[in-house]
């Protein structure tokens, strides 16, 4: 039964006012509910409440004890007048919820995940984001299993109870849909600190962890203070109560719940020290601290009308958080790595059977649209208006944004015209990337006479599921001109704004032959298909004057080769070569630029510019080139290798980060050269490793690479961290991302291992999630890939169906494989689809995939 955007109708009852009270116990929960409802409207339905998996134990309105009725597993209350006070009381059982949603055990802890509709779990109550109520909470529980009680907003009373147990008790001054309640109960304790807002409220900041953890909490601690200074700077957002707490649990389904005043994360986006996190996780922490953070204006404070609007809080919100890692980072560095993410996640799902608009028209079950669509392209449409408006109205707008719709549930037409009445410009059109699926590609030429250069545009997008025509997209493409022989800029960057299906733009007084530097910074999030001149990619490889188009021109020219090479046609390894070289040598590059540049195109971001594609081919063409570069550059990649093991152990700068990045990127390189030479080299470099960032790649290079040095670093490895979950993670993760023809074995290996479970979300992502997006390992011809992968799902979503559903869209890639796996991709989700007593979740990622 799908749900249909069309199909909005505002709530027939509001509820202004409620009142809940925990009587927690992980056996078995009493929660007893009061609800000041109101009539919205003139209307004579009754009130229909959301429940599941809810023990009803008594229901009364206005005091009066009122037999229950249920329709569609919604309790449906009649009331007379203009508003009543219901009360309900249920018993819940947070131990056996193994589904994480709702009311949950984690480690001895009692904590909740509501996003999206998990808050049905708990209580009866119309679950759905209109709805805006000011919560109290009162906790009691044990006092010796559960001596912290935490709330949203602020606390304002507790004490002791009868039986050893103590109660608590939290008030939230602003109205917030019931997706934003949370509460944590445990034994916690309290890296503390404090924050004194723009206007001079002093606020209360907690991260709240198991007592070992304590130390690992700075990073995280610093990313949020940094965070709420640079939401006053950047958007002139300040914090509006007088306590922060974030809670890290290690059961828990996604990253991060913004929830109001009580963010609640997975560990592994808040743990970081320098034995057991690297960079990479470093950086991940700051992101997702800033990001939930961030939510308390758009998310919390202007919140989603329903959950077709998703991306109005987390485009929006994944938008602010790159702009922080931006401002706190190197911008080109970061722009790169949010550009792969989009390629590696969202360009394939825009391409295949789950494609949808990042405001999407029908879902059957909302989980399974926390999607790269909604949060990254989502993201990239932000990024756009911003482009189109510039950087003073985009601010004018979303000031009006906030100020206009503050305490409201709105829609992205809400946010799409605030920014139109704010700055005065026609967004009509470019409302078309809210409805339109399916990524565009531009076909670009340019063509100089006469003293001018015109540039010959065209666009058109690929028809998606449900959408057979596409119109022309807003496209906005920052454009340069550089001479081909001077190496300036003989025509400025400008934003071309492509709007019609074919276009043409004249840059003036151009007399030098010129490169055209074009979708810089990557301004749009397309496919660019520049048709280009002898010898253009390979200048603007070494003399493009935007960081991000010199990337590009790299990885274009590499991207050209690969294509050659899997159509069957003869590699041309030199000019890649040229390009990595004088990259590798230039004075004024950066080393994590280095590293990023030297990176080729993924093995799916190749299989995604083919139709279909042989997974054995596209990885054996790609190895090639890199064997090829890593021979004849090799005493430049020995150089670089070895100048990077300066790096500051201890510090976490952009330079010191960049060259464990470069030291990892030319491993790689003298490793497809060389396997003997890489392997002395990495295990020289796991012993000495003083980082888990080159530990941990040194574990992936000899696990690459095999032998008796592999088993030995593994054996090392978990020994020495078989006390830390999210180190364990990793040496999963590592074992299942090896690229070889025998990882499937090695993966149903490793699902027997004692540390191995379904239950555990991070547990299960690292071996499932990393195996299936190893692309040759995974499309093992056999087949036994797909069926390991399909079982797993089976076996998962009897737990955890919101996980499981995760994990079927890479067997819903069949259309871009050889006939011959793509029968034996089908045929694991055939037998997906017949499994008895399948989720709605699981049903609607691969019945769509299957087509
Ligand atoms: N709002 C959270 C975040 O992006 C994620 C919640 C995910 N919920 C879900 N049902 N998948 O920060
Ligand atoms: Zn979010």
């Known amino acids: 039964a799908a749900i249909h955007r069309a199909d909005y109708r505002p709530p027939d009852w509001l509820v202004p006012a409620i009142a809940l009270e925990f009587d927690l116990d992980p056996a078995r929960t009493v929660v007893r509910a009061r609800l000041e409802v109101a009539r919205n409207g003139e209307h004579d339905r009754a009130l229909r409440l959301d429940g599941e998996e809810l023990e009803l134990l008594s229901l009364a309105v206005d005091g009066q004890a009122v037999d229950p009725q249920f329709e569609d597993g919604q309790l449906v209350v009649p009331l007379t007048g203009a508003s009543a006070v219901v009360e309900t009381e249920v018993a819940i059982r947070p131990q056996v919820n193994t589904k994480l949603m709702g009311l949950y055990a984690s480690g001895g802890l009692l904590c909740t995940q509501c996003e999206s509709q998990g808050f049905r779990r708990i209580t009866w109550f119309p679950d759905r984001p209109d709805v805006l109520s000011r919560y109290r909470v009162r906790m009691s529980a044990d006092r010796q299993r559960f001596p912290v009680l935490l709330s ?54 907690g991260i709240w962890v198991r007592e070992d953890d304590l130390a690992k909490t700075g990073h995280a601690m610093r990313a949020l203070k940094d965070s709420m200074a640079w939401d006053e700077r950047t958007y002139g957002r300040e914090y509006d109560l007088d306590r922060f707490n974030i809670v890290a649990v290690s059961d828990f389904n996604f990253g991060a719940m913004e929830n109001k005043g009580l963010n609640i994360f997975n560990t592994r986006y808040v743990l970081a020290d320098r034995e057991t996190a690297s960079d990479a996780d470093f950086d991940a922490v700051a992101a997702v601290v800033a990001h939930e953070y961030f939510h308390n204006w758009s998310g919390n404070r202007v919140t989603c009308r329903d959950w077709f609007q998703l991306s109005l809080k987390e485009g929006l919100t994944v938008f602010r958080d790159q702009s922080f890692s931006e401002d706190m980072g190197s911008q080109a560095v970061e722009r790169i790595d949010q550009v792969r993410t989009l390629r590696a996640a969202q360009f394939p799902e825009d391409a295949g059977p789950l494609a949808h608009p990042i405001r999407p028209d029908s879902y059957i079950e909302i989980t399974n649209f926390y999607t790269a669509t909604v949060y990254n392209k989502g993201a990239e449409v932000i990024r756009m208006l911003r482009t189109i408006l510039g950087p003073d109205d985009y601010r004018r707008g979303t000031d009006l944004y906030f100020e206009r719709y503050d305490g409201q549930a709105v829609t992205c037409e809400d946010f799409v015209q605030a920014l139109e009445d704010a700055s005065g410009h026609d967004l009509t059109q470019f409302r078309r990337w809210y409805s339109q699926a399916g990524t565009p590609t531009i076909r670009a030429r340019l063509v100089q006479e006469d003293g001018a250069a015109v540039l010959h545009l065209t666009q058109s997008t690929p028809p998606t599921p449900g959408q057979a025509d596409k119109l022309p997209m807003v496209v906005p493409l920052r454009t340069a001109l550089i001479g081909r022989e001077s190496g300036r800029e003989v025509a400025g960057e400008q934003v071309v704004l492509l709007t019609e299906a074919e276009q043409t733009v004249r840059f003036e007084g151009v007399t030098e032959p010129a490169l055209l530097s074009i979708n810089r910074d990557f301004s749009a999030p397309v496919i660019m298909q520049v048709e280009r001149a002898a010898g253009e990619l390979e200048a603007l490889a070494i003399s493009d004057t935007d960081s991000f188009a010199r990337y590009e021109a790299i990885q274009e020219l590499a991207l050209r080769e690969l294509l050659k090479g899997i159509g069957g046609g003869e590699v041309q390894a030199d000019p890649v070569i040229a390009a990595l070289r004088s990259t590798l040598l230039s004075n004024a590059l950066d080393p994590a630029f280095k590293a990023d540049a030297l990176i080729l195109p993924s093995e799916t971001m190749l299989a995604e510019r083919l139709d279909q594609s042989d997974p054995s081919v596209v990885h054996r063409v790609r190895d090639d080139l890199r064997a090829a570069i890593g021979t004849a550059l090799r005493s430049e990649l020995e150089d670089a290798y070895a100048a990077s093991s300066r790096a500051d152990p201890e510090s976490l700068t952009g330079e010191d980060k960049g060259l464990r990045r470069l030291r990892a990127a030319t491993l790689g390189y003298l490793a497809a050269a060389d396997p003997e030479r890489a392997r002395a080299l990495a295990a020289a470099q796991f012993d000495a490793a003083r980082t888990m960032t080159e530990r941990q790649s040194a574990l992936g290079m000899l696990a690459m690479v095999g032998g008796s040095e592999a088993e030995a670093a593994l054996g090392a490895f978990y020994e020495r961290f078989k006390g830390d979950p999210l180190v364990i993670d990793k040496w999963f993760g590592v074992q299942a991302s090896v690229a070889a023809e025998d990882t499937i074995e090695r993966v149903e290996a490793l699902a027997a291992h004692p540390d191995f479970t379904l239950a555990n979300p991070n547990r299960l992502r690292a071996l499932a999630g990393s195996f299936a997006a190893t692309p040759f390992a995974f499309h093992r011809a056999d087949g036994r890939g797909y069926e390991w992968l399909a079982d797993v799902i089976l076996k998962a979503d009897a737990i955890n169906p919101q996980t499981a559903a995760r994990f079927v869209p890479p067997l819903g890639r069949w259309r871009k494989v050889e006939p011959g796996r793509a029968a034996l991709m089908r045929s694991a989700l055939e037998r997906i689809l017949a499994a008895p007593g399948l989720s709605k979740d699981v049903f609607e990622q691969a019945s769509k995939s299957l087509g």
């Open 152 to 205: 949203n907003g602020n606390p304002v009373d507790g004490g002791e109870g009868p039986d050893g147990t103590h109660w608590a008790q939290w008030e939230d001054p602003f109205p917030k849909p019931c997706y934003l309640f949370a509460l944590v109960a445990g034994e916690l304790s309290v890296n503390r600190d404090s924050f004194t807002t723009a206007s001079g409220r002093e606020v209360e900041l």
